[in-house]
């Protein structure tokens, strides 16, 4: 997703602030909501099962437990009567179907519900799903989970096709509580009422209301009086709320220590990689990630930052410096309306291959696409998919700016990685963990800006393209600062508002660089406000920096062979979610590690073609 560039961010760190909001968790998780049946808002319902259905009703209301709850008993029945290693085969595809017909009425809910915060069908759509559905849907999706674990013909499976699945099942099966569902249901309504808050706000300027996203463009002005009025407005419109923020984080931390509690875990860090299904690496390995960032980015980050305080001639660097051009040039403009966004981006898919141009090219023709920004719609971008259909969406609010540019590259990433599977006919397969489908996005966002020209001329492409690599050395200290702070915030329980604002300016001290904060103390120290997923998706986002390292290798990779890299990175996407994150890795030609070691010899590489760039 895409905030407004303020509060000190740069492009790239506001692009992460509110990235994708979708998450897969293992399977089976109908998480997030949304259908058209009832609130009529998106036009999905032309979009048929991309596998006719054998097992769900083809007229069953998805919305109604009464109609659900037949089918899960039906599964649950069925599985004694499997005498064969392949009639199990056969009742966990029909498990599947099921699972992505349930999926698919949530992402809609959840689809319309972002697109129109401020529409009540809507929201009242989603929180039915929420709180009517989901909390009967979780026990049941369990004790299938148990069945199937427990089933004496389990073992007779094939043991390589089935090895993410097992794994991943017997973690639900060990976390599951019937106590934390009520908790987990009250979670996702402060999860939503996050997001309608934050995307409610707006400033007047000039006399008209503007949404915090499109406030974006200003900070890009020359003239830095236009820039620190249009940051100060949203920096005072964010600290009206800081109150409110506050008071939900306070009740999610509540829930989320009280959920690791119920589940046996002495803090909610050490549950939450548990539920991640995170078994190639450790809270350890992310503590050195951390350290990974301080030693070998945070030194070219103070570069870059000394280097734009020299050229714009100030004395310090303020947080509305940071996103302004260097050389004091106007704003890059790649489009002026969401028709040429779509088409320039369209030239970019073919001339990367003819597959990808297809696969975007059937988004526009499916009408998978919602663009443009507007007041009462959720902030940032995210990609979700139909789960049934096979399809994907992708949500994002463009204004004109070269972030935009880089936001559709990254969804339509995503988009690809969905694509790409298709033909997977497990649900639980059909989605990678989120380390890898990062690599899928982040790949194509320096893949894509090899053909930048079709937005450009010349000159702005390297301009564009210097723009995102700097981007990528800004958003990794980022990244590193997130998750160090729910590191700190889940280790220690019952602590005050105070200790944890600390917490947070100690690591803004550690990885923010050389930005003046006077008289902005405040706004510093709430900057995490923004971050969605400290809200809603806690210990999401050490993924972005995991999968930001596969991708530079995969960029690396085709600066050597083009060809090679391209036919590693679409094979790798075509696993999905069928091999552990190390072999999903390696297929894409990449090195699963996120030490010094790695981080090093990339940050080297992009300072080198840096170097290239004006």
């Known amino acids: 997703m895409r905030l407004p560039n303020h509060q000190g961010l740069t492009n790239h760190q506001s692009r992460f602030m509110h990235l994708e909001s979708l998450i897969t968790f293992c399977f089976p998780h109908p998480a997030f909501a949304l259908i058209l049946s009832l609130v009529n808002l998106l036009p999905f319902d032309h979009l048929p099962a991309h596998t006719p259905r054998r097992f769900v009703p083809a007229k069953v209301d998805r919305g109604d437990w009464s109609q659900i709850a037949p089918l899960l008993d039906r599964l649950e029945t069925a599985a004694a009567q499997c005498r064969t290693a392949a009639a199990l085969e056969r009742w966990l595809l029909d498990w599947s179907e099921l699972s992505a017909a349930l999926d698919e009425e949530s992402s809609r809910r959840y689809i319309a519900m972002t697109c129109h915060t401020d529409n009540a069908e809507a929201e009242r759509a989603y929180l039915q799903f929420v709180e009517q559905i989901e909390p009967q849907l979780k026990p049941a999706q369990f004790r299938l989970e148990r069945i199937y674990l427990q089933h004496p013909l389990r073992g007779r499976l094939p043991k390589e096709r089935f090895e993410v699945f097992d794994r991943n099942t ?26 309608k808050l934050s995307g409610s706000l707006t400033v007047q300027l000039l006399g008209e209301e503007k949404t915090l996203v499109q ?12 820039r620190r009025e249009a940051w100060e407005l949203v920096a005072r419109r964010r600290l009206q709320e800081a109150e409110q923020f506050e008071q939900m984080f306070d009740q999610l ?10 589940a046996g875990f ?5 549950y939450a990689f548990r539920a991640r299904c995170r078994f190639d690496y450790t809270a350890q390995d992310c503590l050195q990630f951390h350290d990974a960032i301080e030693q070998e980015v945070m030194p070219m980050l103070c570069e870059l930052q000394a280097q734009r305080r020299s050229q714009l001639k100030l004395d310090t660097l303020r947080p509305w410096d940071l996103a302004v051009d260097r050389l004091g040039r106007p704003p890059l403009r790649p489009f002026e309306k969401t028709e040429q966004l779509v088409a320039r981006s369209q030239l970019i898919f073919d001339q990367i291959d003819r597959r990808l ?6 988004l526009q023709s499916r009408k998978l696409l919602d663009l443009d920004n507007r007041k009462g719609k959720a902030p940032g971008g995210y990609q979700s998919t139909l789960a049934e259909a096979r399809l994907p969406f992708i949500f994002m609010n463009a204004v004109g700016l070269q972030r935009d540019v880089e936001t559709i590259l990254h969804e339509a990433g995503h988009a690809f ?12 397969y059909r989605h990678a963990s989120i380390e890898f489908c990062e690599v899928a996005s982040m790949s194509m966002e320096l893949l894509g800006n090899e053909f930048i020209e079709t937005f450009y001329p010349p000159t702005d492409a390297a301009r564009a393209r210097r723009d995102h690599l700097e981007g990528i050395v800004q958003v990794l200290p980022w990244i590193a600062t997130v998750d160090a702070f729910q590191h700190w915030i889940y280790t220690h329980p019952g602590h005050t508002r105070g200790e944890r604002a600390a917490a947070w300016l100690a690591l803004m001290d550690r990885f923010g660089g050389g930005v003046d904060w006077n008289a902005w103390e405040n706004g510093r120290a709430s900057l995490w406000h ?30 050597r062979d083009k060809g090679e890299a391209l036919a590693d990175y679409m094979r790798a996407l075509a696993l999905g979610g069928s091999r552990p994150l190390p072999d999903l890795f390696a297929a894409a030609g990449c090195r699963f590690d996120f030490s010094a070691r790695t981080v090093k010899p990339l940050v080297s590489l992009v300072r080198q073609e840096l170097a290239k760039l004006t």
């Open 357 to 362: 141009g297809a696969g975007f090219a059937l």
């Open 170 to 195: 017997k973690v639900r099966v060990e976390l599951f509580r019937d106590e934390n569902v009520p908790l987990e249901t009250e979670e996702a309504k402060l999860s939503q009422q996050y997001q």
């Open 417 to 428: 990685h969905a694509l790409a599977t298709q033909d997977e006919d497990l649900y639980a």
């Open 266 to 270: 002495a803090n909610y860090r050490d």
């Open 530 to 559: 923004r971050q969605l997923h400290i809200f809603l998706h806690p210990f999401y986002y050490v993924e972005y920096g995991i999968a930001q390292l596969g991708a530079l290798q995969v960029w690396a990779n085709s600066r």
């Open 253 to 262: 931390v509540q829930l989320r220590e009280q959920i690791a509690k119920n």
């Open 215 to 226: 406030m974006a463009r200003y900070l890009q002005e020359p003239d830095r009086a236009v």
